[in-house]
């Protein structure tokens, strides 16, 4: 008995010893502090079921290769499922079953798989013998109807029972049900032959493939056996794989010459050429003037639909004859007999009209569900934008951000001032002032302001009570809202708030278009710090419709009210852009944009501007470097020089010239620059050394121009990945090393004096991480002021390897207001989670053997696997599909960070690296310490008094 109650006393003691050691997040603090949401991005296909009584929901699929099941009420997600990264996650068809099951084809035609509608529950999966003839360098839209040598499906059977998958010179049939292989053909196609189209009924499958761009070819199948009851030859001349289109209806095959606007058709069942009819003697007021023309889905059986520019006619075929049903403006589906037009901003069903916000572009994807019984119908719209409405007879009923989940550029604004920091700013400002009456004076203003501010704000309330008018945008005591801006390649801008991830406004450029690499740039040149002044931002990019190399977007990233009325167009290429700390007049920053003759512009372009630059005497250097290059140049601005104008007068500003003062070209020829990373910019580093065990202070390189450049070897037999450490003013190469055996993608971070990156060993087949610490070797001085000019001597670095057991995707680290909290590794791994990680875990000084200084410094021995500690989850239970990027931001608290995550999901959350010192805690007992400081209050006055009366006492004896 004894003995049992001393096992129980140990287990109790130790349980009591590790309480300090747990960390746990509550449910009651799930979204607290944190938000996520779910995106299915740039969408390519979309369907809805035709009636309302069979309704089953949206089908969607994207370009990232995500298939989801969309709610139509609530336009909530009731599933999705993301297919692998990269080429074999994309997909190639999609098909809805009457039965309720959704069938999709992937990996070239190689994969076809059958999901249940309303779970999303795999129901069967078959590999098939396929390969498509083509290998395409991008997702194919799903909804175009003209797509040569792409994967082709259809149903057929009776009562569509199954399923043909075509690819390449191969036909494949399976049983929807079971996905048992029903027969297979190869159909010998001459060569530079492409299958075009496919189609199915009850009992034929016709299968439709183009010859040397003249003629085509229709076989005919029994949908049951796969016998080939019949071969035709068509003669086309005219046939493009470029411009031409092909569709195959129920009844006959449809092909349109954009060039001469003529229609060509012939029945299926019939032997008969191919017929011709001219559009521009059928349909009114229609021209050949190089317009935009394709056949487009109508839905209905014997029906096609033709779009001409921006107009729609709704083509019948019966037999040889062709007639027109209808015209519309900008429509976006023909489906159900419904007709859909407007222009693009009002959407015209029957009789009634809905509005679209111009921020949206135009309809680009549809469907319509209808009741005509009781007159009512639903409708699902892609927009240009890549977001999704939906629809219904009362107007728009829920809207989908689904651009979201393709964002590539982010800035997170600081809100403007609420009243507590006005008054301590005031207060700071008061300080060195000696002249009384010009405090009394500034005292007045600040309490006329805080007046008026009040009144404002109160009317604002009061308003909200009546009619919700967006967020209340003012910074927090702590400064940990901000304002999350957000731009998509295709000229999509949001911003979000983050507390909540609610969208304050959005704006949409049609004509905007990211530059080559697919990333626009976003710079914030003006904050919320300098009113009267309104906050300024910049979104840089090329230009779709006229003929700028470059322009420039200027906005108010507080509301996302233009600046200008229409961009700024620049007549010169942009290869380089440098955001400078130097304030112009207008508490401007200045942006400097590296053209492609190697001048410089600034932005904003004016002479107070150029005037600026000159006055401060500044020394300006510019690094280039080409993605997949093999040499890094580096350029000095001649500012002593002054600005010249443009040569033709087409820039409004001036140009500085610029001179080559450096370049490195790396010495393997199959070498090639696969990233170049900097240190984050005015990054605050609290200590510049560390203190060793004889008390010695080993002090830290801190070059603030110092950057990481990564090359691949271009010979996969052997891989080969070379590190350099180079100063970006004179170009010298501080440090390089090579990883024999490693592939690419390299992921890395730099920050003070180190270096984290990792890459993949393909000899053992394993993660690795690799982590650079850079020391002067002189260990008695330290630097206020640096100069790459006049370097110290080339400091030692000490380096250590370790493995990780899992795939990174990208790799950051934390970022604190002053720098004194500790630095935290962010990584972003494949499966979806976010880890943070200590510096002090990938410390150089980690050895076998422990020595007194790992005592001291409390540095754990050296293993080389690092274990990811669940605890160490950012975003716990909450995956993060395909994380590409993860942004840190600092805020008004030292110990806090804020993280957000970028992929095809969005994660907000904040982060203490080193654990909330400067905040206490949210279960702080407030109580017992009120209650403690007036006892201890009370207490002194008592004895005090007590003291006074015994000291009086001693006295009188």
Aim: one cysteine or more.
């Amino acid at each position: 008995m004894a003995i049992k109650w001393c096992y129980v006393f140990l287990c109790l003691c130790t349980c009591v010893c590790l309480l300090h050691e747990t960390s746990a997040l509550y449910e009651d603090q799930v979204g607290l502090y944190d938000w996520y949401q779910q995106y299915v991005g740039p969408v390519s296909y979309a369907s809805i079921d035709s009636t309302v009584s069979t309704n089953r929901g949206i089908v969607v699929a994207s370009e990232n290769g995500v298939l989801a099941h969309i709610d139509t009420l609530s336009g909530d997600l009731v599933w999705r499922t993301v297919f692998a990264p990269g080429r074999n996650g994309w997909i190639d068809a999609i098909l809805r079953t009457p039965g309720g099951s959704l069938l999709s084809v992937s990996k070239n035609g190689r994969v076809l798989r059958s999901w249940e509608l309303d779970e999303g529950l795999l129901k069967w999966e078959v590999v098939t013998n396929l390969t498509a003839s083509q290998e395409q360098d991008s997702p194919l839209p799903l909804n175009e109807i003209w797509r040569p040598g792409a994967v082709q499906a259809a149903l057929t059977g009776g009562k569509q029972s199954l399923v043909a998958v075509a690819a390449g010179e191969d036909l494949s049939v399976h049983s929807v049900k079971t996905g048992e292989v029903k027969w297979t053909h190869t159909l010998n196609l001459p060569n530079e032959s492409l299958l075009c189209s496919m189609i199915g009924q009850e009992k034929t499958l016709y299968v439709l493939a183009a010859v040397d761009e003249s003629n085509l070819i229709l076989f005919t199948f029994a949908a049951s056996t796969g016998e080939l009851t019949s071969t035709r030859e068509l003669t086309a001349s005219w046939l493009s794989m470029d411009t031409t289109s092909c569709l195959l209806t129920t009844t006959h095959l449809v092909c349109l010459e954009p060039s001469k606007l003529n229609l060509y058709h012939t029945p299926l069942s019939a032997s008969t050429p191919l017929q011709q009819t001219m559009l521009t003697t059928l349909l009114e007021q229609v021209v050949v003037d190089n317009q935009q023309a394709k056949l487009v889905l109508a839905g209905i059986s014997d029906n096609v639909g033709v779009e001409i520019g921006s107009t729609q006619w709704l083509l019948s075929l019966e037999g040889p004859q062709v007639s027109v049903l209808s015209k519309s403006g900008h429509a976006v589906s023909l489906v159900g007999g419904v007709t859909v037009g407007g222009d693009g901003r009002t959407l015209v069903v029957g009789d009634k009209e809905v509005e679209l916000k111009e921020y949206r572009g135009k309809p680009l994807l549809g469907g319509v569900q209808s009741d005509k019984g009781r007159d009512r119908y639903r409708m699902v719209l892609v927009m240009e934008d890549h977001s999704i409405l939906g629809i219904n007879q009362d107007g728009v009923m829920w809207a989908r951000e689904d651009a979201l989940g393709a964002a590539v550029a982010v800035e997170m604004l600081d809100l403007p001032a609420g009243q507590s920091e006005k008054i301590e700013s005031f207060v700071e400002m008061t300080k060195s002032e000696a002249n009384p009456l010009k405090v009394a004076a500034l005292r007045a203003q600040l309490q006329f302001t805080l007046a008026k501010e009040f009144l404002m704000n109160l009317n604002k309330e009061v308003a909200s009570l009546l009619q919700y008018d967006g967020p209340h945008l003012v910074r927090d005591r702590f400064n940990t809202r901000k304002l999350i801006l957000v731009t998509t390649a295709n000229g999509k801008m949001y911003a979000l708030d983050s507390r909540n991830g609610e969208v304050v406004w959005q704006s949409f450029l049609s004509s905007f278009a990211a530059f080559q690499d697919g990333r626009p740039l976003l710079h914030v040149l003006r904050t919320t710090s300098h009113p009267p002044h309104p906050s300024l931002a910049v979104l840089v990019g090329r230009s779709q419709t006229s003929g700028c190399s470059t322009v420039i977007y200027e906005f108010n990233p507080l509301t996302g009210e233009a600046m200008n009325s229409e961009p700024h167009c620049l007549p010169f290429q942009i290869t380089q852009t440098l955001l400078l700390p130097t304030l112009d007049h207008t508490h401007s920053k200045i942006l400097l944009l590296l053209t492609s003759d190697n001048m410089v512009a600034t932005y904003p372009s004016s002479t107070e501007v150029m005037e600026t630059l000159m006055v401060s005497q500044e020394q300006l250097y510019l690094l280039v470097a080409i993605q997949g290059g093999s040499d890094i140049t580096g350029y000095r601005v001649l500012l002593d020089e002054g600005g010249l104008p443009s040569p033709d007068n087409s820039y409004p500003g001036y140009l500085f010239r610029t001179e080559q003062f450096w370049q490195v070209r790396f010495p393997v020829e199959n070498e090639q620059i696969a990233a170049v990373v900097g240190k984050k910019a005015y990054e605050h580093v609290s200590s510049q050394g560390d203190v060793l065990a004889d008390r010695n202070v080993q002090y830290k390189y801190l070059n603030p121009n110092l950057v990481g450049v990564v090359t691949e070897s271009t010979d996969r037999t052997k891989p080969l990945v070379t590190v350099y450490l180079i100063d970006s003013i004179t170009g010298a190469i501080i440090y390089h090393t090579s990883h024999k055996n490693a592939l690419g993608p390299v992921h890395m971070a730099h920050s003070e004096n180190w270096v984290v990156y990792e890459f993949f060993n393909s000899k053992q087949r394993r993660h690795e991480l690799v982590v650079l610490e850079l020391y002067e070797i002189h260990t008695n001085q330290s630097h206020t002021v640096w100069s790459s000019l006049a370097p110290p001597p080339t400091p030692a670095v000490m380096s250590q390897a370790y493995t990780l057991p899992t795939t990174i995707t990208t790799l950051t680290t934390t970022q604190t207001l002053r720098g004194i909290t500790y630095k935290g590794v962010i990584f972003g791994l494949a499966s979806g989670r976010v880890v943070i990680m200590p510096k002090s875990l990938l410390n150089h000084r980690r050895e076998l053997e422990i020595t007194d200084q790992m005592k001291e410094d409390g540095t754990p021995p050296y293993h080389p696997e690092i274990p990811l500690n669940p605890l160490s989850f950012v975003n716990y239970n909450r995956t993060v599909a395909r994380i590409r990027e993860i942004y840190a931001t600092p805020s008004g608290l030292e110990s806090t960070c804020l993280l957000f995550v970028c992929g095809l999901d969005l994660y907000y959350t904040r982060v203490t690296p080193s654990n909330q010192f400067d905040l206490l805690a949210e279960d702080f007992d407030y109580t017992l310490i009120s209650a403690v400081v007036v006892g201890m209050f009370v207490a002194t006055l008592v004895l005090s008094r007590l003291s006074a009366k015994k000291m009086l006492k001693s006295l009188w004896k």
